[in-house]
């Protein structure tokens, strides 16, 4: 129902200026406002209150408590937990989930939570920030250690992002955010007609760090050709574009990002106009494993020697002959990230021409930079030219898996044999470690 006559168009007019939407009118044509006898209508409004079927707010009413810095309906949020104060802004307890202030006039207020939700808290911001995690990844390293955002809860992506993006964790308080009409759906309102009061309660989380992270996770909802566009400019300042430069640019989404929305780096450049004559993330991954094969062969070499073991390498192969016994073949296998997030490791090697009886490939962590694990693996194991391993998968390879080369180290053990008379050979035990080697060789032999 609408208002009719002469108040009812001054209301209508003044609500229209200001984006009001008129949902109900209780009118009482012609009586008097001294009494409430005779007024069905006003009789009406106050059961609807009073029966809670009131589905209109005091909204004035509402955006001067939080300007006040009062707290309007919600939970605390993790890291807070909400207090009542009187009206002199006495401590009067602690709201648990789901309860009520228990007197009108009293009011209430955010403030911090147990000390280590709020170190877990700013965690998330620091390895958003600087260990440049996404909120998908941080997710599961959540989960990972067990901790929960309320009992029996799993932290979730809508949760992490709430965190790193709602500005109480400034002590701000907001409120208007979105709105709600009457048989409608709620809609979010644009930032202009938040109502915002700073400085409203406790911050837990640095000012700094808020606007780092907020900046982070808008850019993870930015859309594809803003994402080609800040490529295009880092690519127009720089003249090249590789994994590193991306990586090493402030501001910049992440490498991921690009993998994720696009399918491939290549892919991104190439929608720039970007064609780089080779794969420069590939020169550099290779340049990188140059550098650290010799070091692993010398590293190998050194702790063979260590246990009493002779390495010969080929110059011509890089094979490593090992007691003259075994023939070593190792390989460094980079690691790849396709669109869905699953990390692969190819590794290609020739059996045929290099024939190596054992060949350790060693997995690249997912920055290609480091040593993840090794996987020893016998020649009649190796069915083909070129094996994957993936993430995400179990292969009939991992039991070959090893975190460390100790247990291959061990393998080249020396050994003594000792004779007696014409019986047959004794294995002695090294006198200091009481261990039996594995490996000896015949001109090694001992006649007693």
């Not at 180290?409 to 002695?428: D, K, N, T």
Request: contains cysteine.
């Amino acid at each position: 129902m609408r208002p009719h006559g002469f108040k009812a168009d001054k209301i209508l007019e003044y609500a229209q200026r200001r984006n009001i939407k008129i949902v109900r009118t209780y009118a009482d044509e012609g009586k008097s406002g001294l009494s409430l006898g005779g007024r069905a209508s006003l009789q009406k409004l106050l059961a609807d209150v009073e029966a809670g079927l009131a589905d209109f707010k005091v909204f004035i009413g509402q955006c001067r408590l939080i300007e006040l810095g009062f707290r309007q309906g919600g939970h605390a949020g993790y890291g807070y937990r909400r207090v009542m104060i009187d009206q002199a802004g006495e401590f009067k307890g602690e709201l648990k989930h789901g309860e009520r202030k228990c007197i009108s006039t009293y009011r209430v207020v955010l403030v911090p939570g147990p000390a280590e939700e709020v170190e877990l808290v700013n965690n998330m911001y620091r390895w958003l920030v600087h260990d440049k995690l996404t909120v998908p990844q941080i997710v599961r390293r959540l989960n990972g250690m067990q901790l929960s955002p309320e009992p029996g809860l799993p932290w979730t992506f809508g949760r992490v992002r709430q965190i790193l993006t709602n500005e109480k964790y400034i002590g701000n308080n907001l409120y208007n955010r979105s709105s709600y009409k009457l048989k409608t759906s709620r809609v979010p309102n644009p930032p202009e007609m938040w109502i915002r009061k700073e400085a409203a309660f406790p911050a837990i989380v640095p000012k700094e760090m808020f606007v780092a992270a907020s900046a982070l996770v808008k850019i993870s909802r930015s859309s594809s050709q803003e994402l080609l566009d800040q490529l295009k400019q880092l690519f127009e300042k720089t003249g090249v574009l590789t994994r590193d430069v991306i990586a090493q640019t402030a501001g910049m989404p992440s490498v991921q990002t690009y993998v994720s929305r696009f399918g491939g780096l290549r892919r991104a450049y190439e929608l720039i106009g970007y064609w780089p004559t080779s794969d420069p993330d590939h020169q550099e991954a290779n340049r990188r494993i140059r550098r650290m094969h010799p070091e692993i062969i010398e590293r190998t070499h050194a702790a063979i020697a260590k246990w009493g073991g002779s390495v010969w390498r080929d110059p011509k192969t890089d094979l490593m002959h090992v007691n003259q016994e075994l023939i070593i073949c190792v390989l460094m296998a980079h690691c790849h990230t396709d669109i869905s997030g699953e990390q692969c490791w190819r590794v290609r090697f020739d059996p045929v021409k290099l024939a190596p009886d054992i060949t350790i490939a060693i997995r690249l962590n997912d920055t290609n930079q480091a040593e993840l694990d090794y996987y020893v693996m016998p020649a009649l194991d190796l069915a083909g030219p070129a094996l994957s391993i993936f993430s995400r998968r179990e292969s009939s390879l991992d039991c070959f898996r090893f975190d460390s080369l100790d247990f291959f180290y061990g393998m080249a053990e020396r050994m003594q044999v000792v004779r007696r008379g014409h019986g047959l050979p004794r294995f002695a035990r090294d006198d200091q470690t009481g261990r039996l080697p594995r490996f000896a060789r015949e001109g090694e032999v001992a006649c007693q």
